[in-house]
Structures are given as structure tokens and as C-alpha cells.
T-cell receptor, first 117, second 114 residues
Framework: AQTVTQSQPEMSVQEAETVTLSCTYD???????LFWYKQPPSRQMILVIR??????QNATENRFSVNFQKAAKSFSLKISDSQLGDTAMYFC??????????????FGQGTTLQVKP | DAGVTQSPTHLIKTRGQQVTLRCSPK?????VSWYQQALGQGPQFIFQ???????QRGNFPDRFSGHQFPNYSSELNVNALLLGDSALYLC?????????????FGEGSWLTVV
């Protein structure tokens, strides 16, 4: 069975600074996807970034980037130039590759991020 | 292009009652998955529907059941409600093709059991 662990329940950062959220996972699978989702107070789950395990290059989406260490089973999210709108709960999630697994995500416990003005 | 839509947004039920939640997937998506998210926790996978059949199931009792219709929309039914069923229920849609690795979520249905 796969597990996802986020060891930082809460974090805070000053506006315009950089913050890194940690995530580790455990799996015996070789082909999978990793995701970071953002859930603001509205509770809408929003995809931030996606990483395919077979790609060595770290994914980047504007101010968001990941540090994917497959051997260490680590998948951290870096948010640069933090904005007040980044305040939310962030979830790391794992999904096995394969059409039958599409939609079945394993989530971590979440990290609450507060961006301070 | 409408995203994933869920209804109702909020509802309150009494212990022992039954509830039905509804979900319409994003256009072009054929797979619907349901999640339960307790306050302060990460979402937990309940089950997944594809081609009108339950394909995968998480660790949830048989009180949780579902259905998928020919238009890909889906329902989640929970019978004999318990206080512990109070949670946000999220619907996620995806496409079961080779590029179907992006999952979109609805805004959720808040269920309170009293």
C-alpha cells in the first residue's frame, strides 16, 4: 500500500519570500504521478503542480516548483515570491500510473500555509 | 466549459437517515471518484466509477454506495448515517485514457449529521 506523509502541519512565510513544503511517500511502484493540491478556505481543491515519476526534470509552474528525489521518495514544493493568495492548506498526493488508477489519489495529511503581509 | 459540479452544497441530516450527493464531471471526462474529507484531514478515497460500474473501492463500509449514469454523472449514497459521517464529500473527475493523469475536483458537499 502507498502512504504519503507531510510532516509540517503548519507553516508561515512573509509575503514575497520563499517557502518549501515537504512531502515523503512510500511505494513499491515504479510508475506513478505526484501532485500538489491547494485547498483555500473555500475548500475547492486546486491542482498546483504535477510530476511524472519517469521524468527526471523537476516540474515548474510559474512561482511553484518541485524538488523530486525518486530514490529518497521525497517530493517538496517550493513557492517563490509568496503572495497573500497562497494562504491555504496544501496537500501532497500520489497516484499509480495506469488508466485503471486514474482518479485514485492517496493524500497526505496536509500543511496549512499562512502568508503574512 | 463547465468544471466539476456537485450538489447540494450543504446539508444537515439526522443519525440513521440516508443521503444522496450528486456530481457532474467535467466535459470530456468519463471517470468519477468520490472522497471523504474530515475537518483538518486529507481526503480519503471512497470509490471510483467508470462505465457505470464501481471499479475501485477504498476502506469504506457498504453503507457507502454509488451509481454512475450513462451521461457519466454520479451519485454517492450513504445509508444509516452516523455522526462520524459528517465531512466534506468531494467529487473528482478524470479521463481514463493514456493522458488521463489530471484530476479535477468539485467544490464539495458539506454533510453534517446531527
Amino acid at each position: 500500500a502507498q502512504t504519503v506523509t507531510q510532516s509540517q502541519p503548519e507553516m508561515s512565510v512573509q509575503e514575497a519570500e520563499t517557502v518549501t513544503l515537504s512531502c515523503t511517500y512510500d511505494t513499491s511502484e515504479n510508475n506513478y504521478y505526484l501532485f500538489w493540491y491547494k485547498q483555500p478556505p473555500s475548500r475547492q481543491m486546486i491542482l498546483v503542480i504535477r510530476q511524472e515519476a519517469y521524468k527526471q526534470q523537476n516540474a515548474t509552474e510559474n512561482r511553484f516548483s518541485v524538488n523530486f528525489q525518486k530514490a529518497a521518495k521525497s517530493f517538496s514544493l517550493k513557492i517563490s515570491d509568496s503572495q497573500l493568495g497562497d494562504t491555504a492548506m496544501y496537500f501532497c498526493a500520489f497516484m499509480k500510473r495506469g488508466s485503471s488508477n486514474t482518479g485514485k489519489l492517496i493524500f497526505g495529511q496536509g500543511t496549512t500555509l499562512q502568508v503574512k503581509p | 466549459d463547465a468544471g466539476v459540479t456537485q450538489s447540494p452544497t450543504h446539508l444537515i441530516k439526522t443519525r440513521g437517515q440516508q443521503v444522496t450527493l450528486r456530481c457532474s464531471p467535467k466535459s470530456g471526462h468519463d471517470t468519477v471518484s468520490w472522497y471523504q474529507q474530515a475537518l483538518g484531514q486529507g481526503p480519503q478515497f471512497i470509490f471510483q466509477y467508470y462505465e457505470e460500474e464501481e471499479r475501485q473501492r477504498g476502506n469504506f463500509p457498504d453503507r457507502f454506495s454509488g451509481h454512475q449514469f450513462p451521461n457519466y454523472s454520479s451519485e454517492l449514497n450513504v445509508n444509516a448515517l452516523l455522526l462520524g459521517d459528517s465531512a466534506l464529500y468531494l467529487c473528482a473527475s478524470s479521463y481514463r485514457g493514456p493522458s488521463g493523469n489530471t484530476i479535477y475536483f468539485g467544490e464539495g458537499s458539506w454533510l453534517t449529521v446531527v
